[in-house]
């Protein structure tokens, strides 16, 4: 399992509910199933879209898995120990959280553009809205991640160990992979340049 943690302003209920991405021809329902784990995904957009901010309203963290096939209880119980840990600071009526796992219906496509193979793995996507429910503050329970990266690694170890997953450490990506070259395998384009960045 690998764990990313990403700061989002907007359309994080589209994109889980139809998939919609820029240059994605496939929606939601033909490439995944959904596997809710945890919460109501109305109420966390509700409460994200209540935030008056310009600024990033949830936290978008991406437990991905290498392993082919993963347990919906499984994926459940791991979901419980992440929010046990990244909410170890808060009380329960404090937070609102969300996650749910897509599993593969579409288990590989043709990159557009070198027209390689690409595998899908079975994913968990988990939103947290950045507001502390009784305080109304913001709510950050990873900080600055770039300071608490190690934190993330130790539980992401932990988990990887404790359920006999791949861990990320064992098995590094050969290629560098970024989001410009994500876009482009779906869309058959390519990046150049100073547009490449």
Same mark, same amino acid.
């Given at each position: 399992?690998?764990?990313?943690?990403?700061?989002?302003?907007?359309?994080? $209920?589209?994109?889980?509910? *139809?998939? @919609?991405? @820029?240059?994605?021809?496939?929606?939601?329902?033909?490439?995944?199933?959904?596997?809710?784990?945890?919460?109501?995904?109305?109420?966390?957009?509700?409460?994200? @879209?209540?935030?008056?901010?310009?600024?990033?309203?949830?936290?978008n963290v991406t437990l991905s898995f290498k392993e082919d096939?993963?347990?919906?209880?499984?994926?459940?119980?791991?979901?419980?120990?992440?929010?046990?840990?990244?909410?170890?600071?808060?009380?329960?009526?404090?937070? %609102?959280?969300?996650?749910? !796992?897509?599993?593969?219906?579409?288990?590989?496509? !043709?990159?557009? $553009?070198?027209?390689?193979?690409?595998?899908? *793995?079975?994913?968990?996507?988990?939103?947290?809205?950045?507001? +502390?429910?009784?305080?109304?503050?913001?709510?950050?329970?990873?900080? *600055?991640?770039?300071? %608490?990266?190690?934190?993330?690694?130790?539980? @992401?170890?932990?988990?990887?160990?404790?359920?006999?997953?791949?861990?990320? *450490?064992? +098995?590094?990506?050969?290629?560098?992979?970024?989001?410009?070259?994500?876009?482009?395998?779906? $869309?058959?384009?390519?990046?150049?340049?100073?547009?490449?960045?």
């Open positions: 399992m690998l764990i990313r943690v990403r700061g989002y302003h907007d359309g994080i $209920k589209d994109y889980l509910e *139809k998939g @919609q991405k @820029q240059g994605r021809e496939m929606e939601r329902d033909e490439m995944d199933e959904r596997v809710i784990l945890a919460g109501d995904l109305d109420l966390t957009n509700d409460i994200i @879209q209540s935030i008056d901010t310009d600024a990033e309203r949830y936290l096939e993963v347990d919906h209880e499984l994926l459940g119980e791991i979901v419980r120990e992440f929010e046990a840990f990244a909410f170890a600071a808060y009380r329960r009526d404090e937070y %609102n959280f969300y996650a749910e !796992a897509h599993v593969p219906r579409i288990k590989s496509y !043709a990159d557009r $553009k070198t027209g390689e193979p690409v595998e899908r *793995k079975v994913h968990v996507h988990i939103v947290i809205p950045e507001m +502390n429910l009784v305080t109304g503050r913001r709510l950050d329970p990873f900080g *600055k991640v770039d300071h %608490n990266e190690r934190y993330l690694e130790a539980f @992401q170890e932990h988990i990887n160990a404790k359920y006999g997953l791949a861990s990320p *450490k064992d +098995n590094r990506r050969v290629q560098f992979t970024d989001a410009s070259e994500m876009i482009s395998r779906y $869309k058959g384009d390519v990046f150049e340049g100073a547009n490449r960045e």
